[in-house]
Nanobody, 116 residues
């Protein structure tokens, strides 16, 4: 089992920045990749950014050039630096870990609200 705890959400004006963090614990060795997903009201959960153990990254087109995902394997943490935020970035953001056995683990979610 892997436990994930997010932090760093909040309210920010359009054009501002926020930094989300995710702390992982438990069976860390089983994690293959980690990522951030988001879900806005009435919409499906979507991938925002992902990063493999080797550091390869992938971003949704809507956040490319604005968001940066990173990991600190020594501290078992992952961050999402979000710059130039837009109202359409408003959502609950979830930390995800993909592990051995095709298992997915999720954090509890953190609210990000961008006002116009």
């Amino acid at each position: 089992q892997v436990q994930l705890v997010e932090s760093g959400g909040g309210l920010v004006q359009a054009g501002g920045s926020l930094r989300l963090s995710c702390a992982a614990s438990g069976s860390i060795f089983s994690i293959i990749a980690m990522g951030w997903y988001r879900q806005a009201p009435g919409k499906q959960r979507e991938l925002v950014a992902a990063i493999t153990n080797g550091g390869n990254t992938n971003y949704a087109d809507s956040v490319k050039g604005r968001f940066t995902i990173s990991r600190d394997n020594a501290k078992n943490t992952m961050t999402l630096q979000m710059n130039s935020l837009k109202p359409e970035d408003t959502a609950v953001y979830y930390c995800n870990a993909y592990g051995l056995g095709h298992l997915n683990y999720w954090g509890q979610g953190t609210q990000v609200t961008v006002s116009s």
